[in-house]
């Protein structure tokens, strides 16, 4: 299959995603179910995009390295309610220094 082919067929499906979501009929997206599901939804996909990169390795293994200590110095700065910089940035720092040390 042409890479253009694959561009262009991804196009089209991401406007008629987008075209299908402007379809539903108000109503539906008044339910409280569906309001509900619509604000935790993000949440749910983004801890788990966070998870299967920083515990996910070659082949889908399991892996625990500096990748992981970063996440817990987050996880920490987050539950003494740190700003968001100061959240990354301990990341970042911890990680940077696991790796360092030779983790």
């Not at 253009?4 to 067929?9: S, T």
């Not at 920083?54 to 625990?64: H, K, N, R, S, T």
């Amino acid at each position: 299959m042409s890479i253009w082919l694959a561009i262009g067929l991804t196009a089209v499906g991401c406007y008629l995603v987008k075209l299908l979501g402007l379809l539903v009929p108000a109503g539906v997206l008044e339910r409280p179910l569906v309001q509900r599901l619509s604000a935790l939804l993000p949440v749910a996909l983004l801890a788990a995009l966070t998870a299967q990169q920083a515990f996910g390795g070659v082949d889908g293994a399991l892996v625990v390295d500096a990748r992981v200590a970063g996440l817990a110095a987050a996880g920490l700065a987050l539950v003494l309610r740190a700003p968001f910089l100061v959240v990354i940035a301990a990341a970042v720092a911890v990680t940077a220094g696991v790796r360092a040390l030779g983790g």
